[in-house]
């Protein structure tokens, strides 16, 4: 069986966490897309060009710790603007996301330019100022000293580099289901992205 769930939006909307929610329910595999741009960022701050970097990604470079950080993300999101760098990615993505037994792919142009076959699209969202609270509550817990206005404003300035980007630009695909996160706990957004892929799979046994 082959059947890809696209989970697209921006950074803690929450869509890793329903992301990785889907797969456990169902028994698919799951790609944090994100990762890959993270860890050739991480490549490229040990001082390895980022094309070369993509090159070599392998699944060792995905587990690597540092990934998460501020300064690495923001560095993801430029390398992921660079056409050559996307193109090893791409393919990368594009094979694990057909492969037998389903698959959940999170990140940001899944549903609209990686996996627009997928049968199932989210994209999941939260208003800017709970989701840099959110990822306050992560980053402090590593750096007391860091500011929730200072990651709101990482936050706003990665969306508009993300949103303004010439290559696959961040937005929800036209058929994607919208799961907006701001006021919806994470029990309620898993049950709404599970019961739309029940009934995607039925409409597909019919």
């Keep these: 069986m082959i059947f890809t769930v696209a989970i697209d939006g921006p950074a803690a909307a929450g869509k890793g966490t329903i992301a990785k929610a889907v797969a456990a329910h169902f028994g698919f595999e799951l790609l944090d897309t994100g990762l890959l741009y993270r860890a050739v960022a991480k490549k490229t701050l040990d001082g390895m060009d980022a094309v070369a970097a993509a090159k070599a990604l392998s699944s060792h470079d995905l587990q690597r710790d540092g990934l998460r950080t501020a300064k690495v993300g923001q560095l993801a999101s430029k390398v992921a603007a660079m056409p050559k760098v996307r193109a090893e990615l791409i393919a990368f993505q594009k094979r694990f996301a057909r492969m037998e037994g389903g698959a959940v792919l999170d990140g940001r142009d899944i549903g609209t330019v990686i996996c627009p076959e997928a049968e199932v699209k989210f994209y999941v969202t939260a208003s800017d100022t709970v989701r840099a609270h959110r990822r306050w509550l992560e980053l402090v817990q590593k750096n007391p000293d860091i500011l929730e206005e200072e990651v709101l404003a990482q936050l706003t300035e990665r969306d ?14 036209d058929d994607a289901l919208l799961l907006d996160t701001t006021e919806l706990t994470i029990e309620a957004a898993v049950n709404k992205a599970i019961e739309a892929i029940k009934t995607r799979q039925a409409q597909g046994r019919e």
């Excluded at 508009?160 to 695909?173: G, I, T, Y």
């Design 160 to 173: 508009k580099r993300d949103s303004e980007r010439k290559v696959a630009p961040l937005k929800p695909a």
